[in-house]
């Protein structure tokens, strides 16, 4: 089975652009969640969505937002981009709900640089 | 609020010897706490998880963890390193209702050495 799939895998933009990432997640799997990690630095939760409804968000600007899809994929938005945007972004699925009893499978991570 | 402290950012050791990586925890309820593996340009991957059962947990590869309470302390352990074993290492604690809240550590680069 495949697992967790993020496009791009790379990406570089200039400041002030807008970055779409796309997630799509194990089959089966219903809830998707969105993590940042700068360089150096653990995960940070963004957005969680399942069964296309938005299920938690972390301390993150506007600029950034996310949606669910029918087939439960999953877009990450992040709008006026800013050079502390540059991370590795992780998509994670999971089976169903929001407890810790489900748990995560993490995608490879899309890496976006900006400049 | 819920937090981990990953103690050191790097450790080394060689192949067969002992890992040990130290993860020390802050929570206000009973937390349950993870431990998860990252490879060179993967994902994160569960390594193993304490939810309030058994104190020791075993993991995969041979990974394990005890949670102790009086140290609020999550370590995780080896008996013997192998080369695949090189990867970083994170710690996270959650208070259990809810994944949205897991807060993760920054991390420990384990190297071993041949």
């Known amino acids: 089975d495949a697992g967790v799939t993020q496009s791009p895998t790379h990406l570089i933009k200039t400041r002030g652009q807008h970055v779409t990432l796309r997630c799509s997640p194990i089959?089966?799997?219903?809830?998707v969640s969105w993590y940042q990690q700068v360089l150096g630095q653990g995960p940070q939760f963004i957005f969680q969505?399942?069964?296309?409804?938005?299920?938690g968000r972390g301390n993150f600007p506007d600029r950034f937002s996310a949606r669910q899809f029918p087939n439960y994929s999953s877009e990450l938005n992040v709008n006026a981009l800013l050079l502390g945007d540059s991370a590795l972004y992780l998509c994670?699925?999971?089976?169903?709900?929001?407890?810790?009893?489900?748990?995560?499978?993490f995608g490879p991570g899309t890496r976006l640089t900006v400049t | 609020a819920q937090s981990v402290t990953q103690l050191g950012s790097h450790v080394s050791v060689s192949e067969g010897a002992l890992v040990l990586l130290r993860c020390n925890y802050s929570?206000?309820?009973?937390?349950?706490l993870f431990w998860y593996v990252q490879y060179p340009n993967q994902g994160l991957q569960l390594l193993l998880k304490?939810?309030?059962?058994?104190?020791l947990v075993k993991g995969i590869n041979g990974f394990e963890a005890e949670f102790k309470k009086s140290e609020t302390s999550f370590h995780l352990t080896k008996p013997s390193a192998h080369m695949s074993d090189a990867a970083e290492y994170f710690c996270?604690?959650?208070?259990?209702?809810?994944?949205?809240?897991?807060?993760f550590g920054a991390g420990t680069r384990l190297t071993v050495k041949p």
């Open positions: 994670a699925s999971s089976l169903a709900g929001t407890g810790v009893a489900y748990e995560q499978y």
């Open positions: 089959s089966g799997h219903k809830s």
């Open positions: 969505y399942y069964e296309k409804e938005e299920r």
């Open positions: 929570s206000s309820v009973p937390p349950y």
């Open positions: 304490y939810t309030s059962a058994a104190t």
């Open positions: 996270a604690v959650s208070d259990g209702r809810n994944n949205n809240d897991m807060r």
